[in-house]
């Protein structure tokens, strides 16, 4: 048998086969070069669909943040009689307030316990987030994070001056003066306050609009970061109202913790 398979290549012409052994080559050659191409496209493909899935993730944690964050813009109205008692301490602390018929400030400012749920609840989702952030947003979030931060820290002072004193008080005079004090706040620091958020929904708009899988860089948590008056952090903060008013805007808070002790307001 084997004999017979030989007389017959032996048999053909020349150019037969060269043709026979051409097309085995072309054809083991085809399926060698097919199956590492499949194997290439079909990683390649993968790669995209995970990115595509990334970026999608991205861009609904960066608009869930615009949401939030936006929504603390949302202003509201006070007319001069609702708000005069507390126009009265701001002015006694030298803050330049003008006589107005109403005063607008972000709605947020209105209800410290919700100012403070709102605050932590936002703190919390970039927390879980973080790892989507990209250089520039992270800045930003970072920024703004430590400067609301202030305004929880105004909360711990009132409540920590409430308790300092023996004389027991009505709860509902304490959460009533401590909302005129977040309103006094927003008063003092609404043009401030707004500055803040509008960066950062300046940052995550143009981040939204041209999204990538860029990631932010190892992040600095340094005490030196966080604390050093040469920083970029601190840098960003030290000319905000709410840094360069912090020693008055204190010394309005113990006024509104001696009204919450003698129930006046």
Do not use: W
């Not at 202003?75 to 609702?82: A, G, I, V």
């Not at 992270?138 to 001056?161: D, K, M, P, S």
């Not at 709860?171 to 927003?186: C, P, Q, R, T």
């Amino acid at each position: 048998m084997l004999e017979k398979i030989i007389f017959f290549f032996n048999s053909i012409p020349p150019y037969i086969g060269e043709g026979i052994i051409a097309l085995v080559i072309t054809i083991f050659g085809g399926l060698i070069v097919g199956y590492f191409t499949s194997k290439y496209f079909a990683r390649a493909s993968e790669i995209i669909r995970v990115e595509g899935l990334l970026l999608e993730k991205k861009i609904t944690i960066y608009k869930a943040i615009y949401s939030r964050v936006e929504a603390l813009n949302q202003l509201t109205s006070l007319n001069y009689t609702e708000v005069a008692p507390i126009l009265k301490i701001i002015k006694e602390k030298g803050f330049p307030i003008s006589e107005e018929r109403n005063y607008q400030l972000p709605e947020i400012f209105l209800n410290s316990g919700k100012f403070c749920k709102t605050v932590l609840e936002l703190d919390e989702y970039i927390a879980e987030n973080r790892l989507f952030f990209d250089e520039a947003v992270f800045q930003q979030l970072l920024i703004f994070q430590n400067y609301i931060i202030v305004y929880n820290r105004f909360h711990v002072i009132y409540t920590e001056g409430i308790q300092i004193g023996t004389t027991e008080v009505d709860n509902k005079i304490v959460n009533k003066v401590e909302n005129g004090m977040f309103i006094a706040l927003g008063i003092i620091l609404s043009d401030d306050f707004l500055k803040q958020t509008t960066d950062l929904l300046s940052s995550l708009r143009y981040s939204i609009n041209n999204i990538s899988l860029k990631r932010r860089k190892v992040p600095n948590y340094s005490y030196e970061y966080f604390n050093d008056e040469n920083s970029f952090l601190m840098q960003r903060l030290k000319d905000t109202a709410i840094i360069k008013e912090r020693e008055k805007i204190t010394m309005m808070i113990s006024d509104f913790c001696a009204l919450a002790v003698i129930g006046n307001m």
